[in-house]
């Protein structure tokens, strides 16, 4: 009785993810009171939240709403963009009216909540059609989110107009892409891909590598994250907040859907698929780490620390090892809660967010300065933090199949983090605050710096949930495969 | 109290001192009674952890698994508690000079300063303390944060320079060598609990063990060892009470107890199979013994005076590590309770110094021995103890480094026997390896008595300033006392050379 129960609850749970920011979405819409359906739009993602972390707990298949599947890489997917999808809700309490001013404030909640509707049906797609398609209603509703922005800053139009024509053309690749594979393998579902083992041909090989172009393009990789940079340096910052934290999760796990279908297939294809990834992989690693040396703006470090993560993780696919692709769930989960932190932190600050307007910013408002600085850590790896563990477990990964140079290019990472982070740290604290401006506190941007700061420190001192969770997604890769 | 409790209380000391420091942050004299309290406190639970370790408790505390095969957890060991030991002892009478010197300075940010020492301390105990390899670099990396604050607490561009140089030495040798190296050793399917038959024993082919000790010994970069040493001497901008924390009580202690708990622990009979590494890790020790001390000689201002005595001493323990047998470990072991006090000696000798007669320069020190006769007599006896003049306990792990290196050298044959073919040339060139180390450190001991000798001569023997100070030593008794005290304990570690050794011999009789 008990394990029907919680079946029974797993089904609702999935339900409740794709349903609450999809009603949410449709009655900001419909309403016009930013306040009210801003109330509305916390209670559902509260529920969402919740929803998110039953649906972590145990493996098995459990269908969704829509024809979808919760397997076990949506069940470790759920949580974080089911909790980061939340966190950027309640963000919008003070952020939507501040980005794109009152009268619009309803627009940019409902667009969040479609994105958000549209980046968990990703995360629960198992047919690359449906996974297309969720992912584009995502960013195209990310898109408008972005141009919201125009109230605060005008460049956030073109910025919004160039994430339009790359991640634009992103979805026109995928769509290539996956119809050669289905005209290659005879049918779309990820899983009859796997072991349609007598049909692997150019066309399937071609589609699998525009579909892999198109997953990098959406998760920031380099060099195929031009669009990244402007937008979040410019556009609406809950549109950048969103992105980063919950549409690359959602690219991200897509991308392991996709490496794993292809590693199942044990053929040419999956060490060519491999071999891109990881060619891919290490160029957005070593792109992103120096840009992020190089950057002066605080969003836009985010931005390219955040393409040498989305290379580490792409390194760890590559491995088409189940260590791999627990140690890449790991990775996405840090990479998640890194964004949260330093997005949320600097959500804070008005107008554009150069490095020097962090002085003293850990002094004048302790809880962003804390999540930036828990942030900071964890793109270091810096022990207990989640980072850390990610790092770690990416580099085990790497040095048990034998890939020296992929734990080699990890540590060069985590020395460059050592740079730009620890450049970071020193601002916050060590330098002298602006004595004029006055200490800062934004009850609904709380969420999002909290859930940074602890959930990293506490993953940091136990991460075997997480590992668990992480584990039966790579355990996927082995049990297909059987 | 039983073992669990007093490693516990041990931990917890310093913890609360933290605490303390920054909870009572006023009345000051509340504040800095309760930090000289939990640091006796911190020094007196590790003393009775030794007769613990002696009837042989290993007392393992586990306080999280946050992997299904990590944990982070502490446990006893001789090399842990006698640092941790030396650690607390030292913390007692630092945090009573500390509180007298942050007075007569007029410190603006007390609190902060004895917060980040506490802190500093806790993570250096841990690390000696620690029972596997990931709790030790868990706090090896916090160590490295936690000290931080003390290398830029005076302010300022010069402050924030150091401590970048800091951040990036240190931080970087930790992920860029220390983090795969521990990685590195998981997955060769080691468990990274500490073992008295090492971790890797057996499991490593010779170039993975070369590989992984070079990774090791650089990766500590709190043992100063060059190239990765720059750190210490460009911390020297750190207050005086936080260059007693980063030389004699947390920073540099810890790393090389660190290093000598790998070299025990991990390696252990796995050292044999890292010989070229070691030899030539040896070598690159004892250089830096001779070149550190001769870099002492070129520095005026006696912080960075300090700081190059500091890199010397603790080359010496890694010379010893990397010697790898029981004389030289003794010897290592030895050699980090006698530069710890000596040097805490003298750093708060010479804080007095700076409060007193706000003097850092060498030059200007002439003679101000008859002024400050108690604060000098604690130069006399921290410099005699370093040098390695016998029968001062600093003299006895020169000799036994000397003596082990020589042992090594002529282990297959005499000098006689490598000319008339008996010997071969691989053995002869190791042989000379060993010798040439024995032979710098000897050379060490002239090169540190030229930079430390004079300076204490003449500041005793002198012509004196024209305004002496009407109060004896010119210091108040608080700051006078801890220096006499470190001092005097200086000295009487004559004492304590056989006892250790009597305490060391089951570590060396083991299998």
């Given at each position: 009785?008990?394990?029907?129960?919680?079946?029974?609850?797993?089904?609702?749970?999935?339900?409740?993810?794709?349903?609450?920011?999809?009603?949410?979405?449709?009655?900001?819409?419909?309403?016009?009171?930013?306040?009210?359906?801003?109330?509305?739009?916390?209670?559902?993602?509260?529920?969402?939240?919740?929803?998110?972390?039953?649906?972590?707990?145990?493996?098995?298949?459990?269908?969704?709403?829509?024809?979808?599947?919760?397997?076990?890489?949506?069940?470790?997917?759920?949580?974080?963009?089911?909790?980061?999808?939340?966190?950027?809700?309640?963000?919008?309490?003070?952020?939507?009216?501040?980005?794109?001013?009152?009268?619009?404030?309803?627009?940019?909640?409902?667009?969040?909540?479609?994105?958000?509707?549209?980046?968990?049906?990703?995360?629960?797609?198992?047919?690359?059609?449906?996974?297309?398609?969720?992912?584009?209603?995502?960013?195209?509703?990310?898109?408008?989110?972005?141009?919201?922005?125009?109230?605060?800053?005008?460049?956030?139009?073109?910025?919004?107009?160039?994430?339009?024509?790359?991640?634009?053309?992103?979805?026109?690749?995928?769509?290539?892409?996956?119809?050669?594979?289905?005209?290659?393998?005879?049918?779309?579902?990820?899983?009859?891909?796997?072991?349609?083992?007598?049909?692997?041909?150019?066309?399937?090989?071609?589609?699998?590598?525009?579909?892999?172009?198109?997953?990098?393009?959406?998760?920031?990789?380099?060099?195929?994250?031009?669009?990244?940079?402007?937008?979040?340096?410019?556009?609406?910052?809950?549109?950048?907040?969103?992105?980063?934290?919950?549409?690359?999760?959602?690219?991200?796990?897509?991308?392991?859907?996709?490496?794993?279908?292809?590693?199942?297939?044990?053929?040419?294809?999956?060490?060519?698929?491999?071999?891109?990834?990881?060619?891919?992989?290490?160029?957005?690693?070593?792109?992103?780490?120096?840009?992020?040396?190089?950057?002066?703006?605080?969003?836009?470090?985010?931005?390219?620390?955040?393409?040498?993560?989305?290379?580490?993780?792409?390194?760890?696919?590559?491995?088409?090892?189940?260590?791999?692709?627990?140690?890449?769930?790991?990775?996405?989960?840090?990479?998640?809660?890194?964004?949260?932190?330093?997005?949320?932190?600097?959500?804070?600050?008005?107008?554009?967010?150069?490095?020097?307007?962090?002085?003293?910013?850990?002094?004048?408002?302790?809880?962003?300065?804390?999540?930036?600085?828990?942030?900071?850590?964890?793109?270091?790896?810096?022990?207990?933090?989640?980072?850390?563990?990610?790092?770690?477990?990416?580099?085990?990964?790497?040095?048990?199949?034998?890939?020296?140079?992929?734990?080699?290019?990890?540590?060069?990472?985590?020395?460059?983090?050592?740079?730009?982070?620890?450049?970071?740290?020193?601002?916050?604290?060590?330098?002298?605050?602006?004595?004029?401006?006055?200490?800062?506190?934004?009850?609904?941007?709380?969420?999002?710096?909290?859930?940074?700061?602890?959930?990293?420190?506490?993953?940091?001192?136990?991460?075997?949930?997480?590992?668990?969770?992480?584990?039966?997604?790579?355990?996927?890769?082995?049990?297909?495969?059987? | 109290?039983?073992?669990?409790?007093?490693?516990?209380?041990?931990?917890?000391?310093?913890?609360?001192?933290?605490?303390?420091?920054?909870?009572?942050?006023?009345?000051?004299?509340?504040?800095?009674?309760?930090?000289?309290?939990?640091?006796?406190?911190?020094?007196?639970?590790?003393?009775?952890?030794?007769?613990?370790?002696?009837?042989?408790?290993?007392?393992?505390?586990?306080?999280?698994?946050?992997?299904?095969?990590?944990?982070?957890?502490?446990?006893?060991?001789?090399?842990?508690?006698?640092?941790?030991?030396?650690?607390?002892?030292?913390?007692?009478?630092?945090?009573?000079?500390?509180?007298?010197?942050?007075?007569?300075?007029?410190?603006?940010?007390?609190?902060?300063?004895?917060?980040?020492?506490?802190?500093?301390?806790?993570?250096?105990?841990?690390?000696?303390?620690?029972?596997?390899?990931?709790?030790?670099?868990?706090?090896?990396?916090?160590?490295?944060?936690?000290?931080?604050?003390?290398?830029?607490?005076?302010?300022?561009?010069?402050?924030?320079?150091?401590?970048?140089?800091?951040?990036?030495?240190?931080?970087?040798?930790?992920?860029?060598?220390?983090?795969?190296?521990?990685?590195?050793?998981?997955?060769?399917?080691?468990?990274?609990?500490?073992?008295?038959?090492?971790?890797?024993?057996?499991?490593?082919?010779?170039?993975?063990?070369n590989v992984l000790l070079m990774l090791f010994v650089f990766g500590y970069a709190t043992a100063a060892l060059p190239p990765l040493h720059r750190w210490l001497a460009e911390a020297s901008v750190a207050p005086f009470p936080a260059l007693g924390a980063l030389h004699a009580l947390a920073v540099v202690p810890a790393g090389c107890a660190a290093l000598l708990k790998t070299t025990l622990y991990v390696f252990g009979p796995a050292m044999a199979q890292a010989g070229l590494a070691a030899r030539a890790l040896l070598l690159l020790a004892a250089a830096t013994m001779c070149m550190a001390a001769l870099n002492a000689l070129a520095k005026q201002d006696i912080r960075e005076r300090l700081a190059y005595s500091t890199i010397a001493q603790a080359a010496a323990v890694t010379a010893g590590a990397m010697l790898a047998m029981p004389a030289a470990t003794y010897a290592a072991i030895l050699q980090i309770v006698a530069y710890c006090f000596a040097t805490l000696a003298l750093i708060i000798a010479f804080a007095n110094v700076r409060a007193v007669a706000e003097r850092t320069q060498i030059a200007d020190m002439q003679g101000l021995g008859r002024q400050m006769p108690w604060t000098f007599s604690a130069v006399a006896i921290g410099a005699v103890s370093i040098i390695g003049l016998p029968p001062l306990a600093g003299a006895w792990p020169k000799l036994w480094l000397m003596e082990a290196s020589a042992e090594l050298a002529f282990a297959r044959g005499d000098v006689f026997s490598w000319f008339n073919g008996a010997v071969a040339l691989s053995t002869i060139a190791n042989s000379l390896s060993w010798l040439a180390a024995g032979a710098l450190a000897a050379l060490s001991t002239i090169a540190t008595f030229a930079y430390l000798a004079p300076l204490a001569a003449k500041a005793l023997v002198g012509e004196p300033p024209p305004h002496m100070s009407a109060r004896p030593d010119g210091a108040s008794i608080f700051m006078a006392g801890p220096v006499a005290l470190t001092g005097v304990a200086t000295l009487a570690l004559i004492l304590l050379v056989d006892p250790l050794y009597d305490?060391?011999?089951?570590?060396?009789?083991?299998?």
């Amino acid at each position: 009785v008990i394990a029907v129960s919680l079946e029974d609850l797993r089904e609702a749970s999935a339900a409740i993810m794709l349903v609450g920011p999809l009603v949410g979405a449709l009655t900001a819409f419909a309403l016009g009171s930013h306040r009210a359906v801003w109330s509305l739009a916390c209670v559902l993602a509260f529920a969402v939240a919740l929803a998110s972390l039953q649906l972590a707990t145990g493996g098995g298949f459990v269908s969704a709403p829509l024809g979808l599947q919760v397997d076990s890489i949506s069940g470790a997917a759920a949580p974080i963009v089911g909790v980061a999808g939340a966190v950027c809700v309640f963000a919008a309490g003070w952020l939507a009216p501040s980005d794109s001013g009152r009268r619009t404030a309803s627009v940019a909640l409902a667009l969040l909540q479609l994105a958000w509707f549209g980046w968990i049906g990703a995360a629960f797609s198992n047919d690359v059609f449906s996974l297309f398609a969720f992912l584009e209603l995502g960013w195209l509703s990310a898109c408008g989110l972005a141009a919201l922005g125009l109230e605060r800053d005008r460049a956030a139009a073109p910025a919004a107009f160039r994430q339009l024509v790359w991640c634009g053309a992103a979805g026109v690749a995928f769509a290539c892409g996956a119809a050669l594979v289905q005209h290659a393998a005879g049918s779309s579902d990820l899983a009859e891909i796997a072991n349609a083992r007598g049909a692997r041909d150019r066309a399937s090989a071609a589609g699998f590598a525009l579909m892999i172009a198109a997953l990098a393009t959406w998760a920031l990789a380099a060099p195929l994250h031009a669009w990244g940079g402007a937008l979040f340096g410019r556009a609406a910052r809950l549109a950048s907040l969103a992105i980063a934290s919950v549409g690359v999760a959602a690219a991200l796990t897509g991308l392991a859907r996709i490496s794993l279908a292809a590693a199942i297939s044990e053929t040419s294809l999956s060490r060519g698929v491999s071999v891109g990834l990881a060619a891919l992989g290490a160029l957005s690693l070593a792109i992103g780490s120096l840009q992020a040396v190089g950057a002066r703006d605080l969003r836009r470090l985010v931005c390219y620390a955040g393409a040498a993560q989305a290379g580490a993780i792409m390194i760890a696919l590559a491995l088409g090892e189940p260590a791999g692709h627990a140690a890449a769930f790991m990775n996405i989960a840090s990479q998640t809660l890194i964004a949260l932190g330093l997005l949320g932190g600097a959500a804070m600050l008005e107008g554009r967010a150069p490095l020097v307007v962090l002085d003293g910013f850990g002094r004048r408002a302790p809880v962003a300065g804390a999540a930036i600085a828990v942030a900071a850590l964890g793109l270091i790896g810096a022990p207990l933090t989640l980072g850390f563990w990610s790092r770690w477990r990416l580099i085990e990964a790497a040095l048990a199949s034998g890939w020296w140079w992929a734990a080699a290019m990890s540590i060069g990472a985590s020395l460059a983090a050592v740079f730009y982070a620890g450049r970071l740290l020193e601002r916050l604290y060590a330098r002298a605050e602006e004595s004029t401006t006055p200490r800062t506190w934004r009850a609904s941007l709380a969420p999002a710096h909290i859930v940074a700061i602890v959930a990293a420190i506490a993953f940091g001192f136990n991460a075997q949930p997480l590992w668990r969770a992480a584990g039966l997604a790579g355990e996927l890769l082995a049990g297909i495969g059987r | 109290l039983n073992a669990e409790t007093l490693l516990l209380v041990t931990l917890a000391a310093p913890a609360a001192r933290a605490i303390a420091a920054i909870a009572v942050a006023r009345p000051s004299w509340l504040r800095d009674s309760l930090n000289i309290a939990l640091a006796t406190v911190q020094g007196v639970a590790p003393l009775m952890l030794l007769k613990e370790v002696a009837r042989g408790e290993v007392a393992p505390i586990v306080l999280a698994a946050p992997m299904p095969d990590m944990t982070f957890a502490f446990a006893l060991e001789p090399v842990g508690v006698i640092t941790a030991s030396v650690c607390g002892l030292l913390s007692a009478a630092h945090s009573l000079h500390t509180a007298a010197y942050m007075r007569a300075i007029h410190e603006p940010a007390p609190a902060r300063l004895q917060t980040f020492i506490a802190l500093s301390s806790l993570m250096a105990t841990g690390v000696a303390l620690s029972a596997n390899l990931f709790t030790l670099f868990v706090l090896h990396q916090a160590l490295i944060l936690a000290s931080v604050p003390l290398v830029m607490h005076a302010g300022g561009e010069a402050s924030r320079r150091a401590a970048r140089t800091y951040i990036s030495v240190l931080l970087g040798a930790a992920f860029g060598l220390l983090f795969p190296a521990i990685v590195w050793t998981h997955a060769l399917g080691a468990d990274l609990t500490f073992r008295a038959d090492g971790i890797l024993s057996g499991r490593v082919q010779p170039w993975v063990a070369n590989v992984l000790l070079m990774l090791f010994v650089f990766g500590y970069a709190t043992a100063a060892l060059p190239p990765l040493h720059r750190w210490l001497a460009e911390a020297s901008v750190a207050p005086f009470p936080a260059l007693g924390a980063l030389h004699a009580l947390a920073v540099v202690p810890a790393g090389c107890a660190a290093l000598l708990k790998t070299t025990l622990y991990v390696f252990g009979p796995a050292m044999a199979q890292a010989g070229l590494a070691a030899r030539a890790l040896l070598l690159l020790a004892a250089a830096t013994m001779c070149m550190a001390a001769l870099n002492a000689l070129a520095k005026q201002d006696i912080r960075e005076r300090l700081a190059y005595s500091t890199i010397a001493q603790a080359a010496a323990v890694t010379a010893g590590a990397m010697l790898a047998m029981p004389a030289a470990t003794y010897a290592a072991i030895l050699q980090i309770v006698a530069y710890c006090f000596a040097t805490l000696a003298l750093i708060i000798a010479f804080a007095n110094v700076r409060a007193v007669a706000e003097r850092t320069q060498i030059a200007d020190m002439q003679g101000l021995g008859r002024q400050m006769p108690w604060t000098f007599s604690a130069v006399a006896i921290g410099a005699v103890s370093i040098i390695g003049l016998p029968p001062l306990a600093g003299a006895w792990p020169k000799l036994w480094l000397m003596e082990a290196s020589a042992e090594l050298a002529f282990a297959r044959g005499d000098v006689f026997s490598w000319f008339n073919g008996a010997v071969a040339l691989s053995t002869i060139a190791n042989s000379l390896s060993w010798l040439a180390a024995g032979a710098l450190a000897a050379l060490s001991t002239i090169a540190t008595f030229a930079y430390l000798a004079p300076l204490a001569a003449k500041a005793l023997v002198g012509e004196p300033p024209p305004h002496m100070s009407a109060r004896p030593d010119g210091a108040s008794i608080f700051m006078a006392g801890p220096v006499a005290l470190t001092g005097v304990a200086t000295l009487a570690l004559i004492l304590l050379v056989d006892p250790l050794y009597d305490f060391l011999l089951p570590m060396f009789s083991q299998p």
